[in-house]
T-cell receptor, first 112, second 109 residues
């Protein structure tokens, strides 16, 4: 089974803090994604990566950055957390054929 | 117009009922179609994916795709309280994934 592991399930951070969300997948997938999920808005793509050291902006990249130094690991960085970034963050990976996508358990971030 | 439309519900059914969940889409380039189940405060879990028009069955779940009508469905037979969750449809073309907003389902014992 595909395993996408998000290291932090629940975080509480203060406004202005730098936040790191880590994600690791064990299926040697080329493609990795970061989404945020909010009630009524569904899943919104923040960033994605098709290869090591490559990244592409999604629909809502403002206030976020990403890092992919190794194929299995994709990190999301909030440079200066704000209260409107309180949300559930989902990491995902997919094989190159792109026939499906697998999600992690999610990271619940609260910014106070 | 959104790429993928899904009725948010909520949908409430008695245990043992047949549940029908649906999505419509506008982009004829979509190649693969997926259904996910998401329990509260958890990540989406892949239930099924299909490629072509027609039906695909897995236990109590049947996924149906009608490309001519741009319509996909997920049927759940003999629904159980453990099926209570939000169900999301998803579609992909060229590594671009598009998701419905999810339908909330409650199965009442």
């Amino acid at each position: 089974d595909v395993k996408v592991t998000q290291s932090s399930r629940y975080l509480v951070k203060r406004t202005g803090e730098k936040v790191f969300l880590e994600c690791v997948q064990d299926m040697d997938h080329e493609n990795m994604f970061w989404y945020r999920q909010d009630p009524g808005l569904g899943l919104r793509l923040i960033y994605f990566s098709y290869d090591v050291k490559m990244k592409e902006k999604g629909d809502i990249p403002e206030g976020y950055s990403v890092s992919r130094e190794k194929k299995e690991r994709f990190s999301l960085i909030l440079e200066s957390a704000s209260t409107n970034q309180t949300s559930m963050y989902l990491c995902a990976s997919s094989p190159p054929i792109g026939n499906t996508i697998y999600f992690g358990e999610g990271s619940w971030l609260t910014v106070v | 117009q959104k790429e993928v439309e899904q009725d948010p519900g909520p949908l409430s059914v008695p245990e043992g009922a047949i549940v029908s969940l649906n999505c419509t889409y506008s982009n004829s380039a979509f190649q693969y179609f997926m259904w996910y189940r998401q329990y509260s405060r958890k990540g989406p879990e892949l239930l099924m994916y299909t490629y072509s028009s027609g039906n695909k069955e897995d236990g109590r779940f049947t996924a149906q795709v009608d490309k001519s009508s741009k319509y996909i469905s997920l049927f759940i037979r003999d629904s159980q309280p453990s099926d209570s969750a939000t169900y999301l449809c998803a579609m992909v073309t060229g590594n671009q994934f598009y998701f419905g907003t999810g339908t909330s389902l409650t199965v009442i014992p």
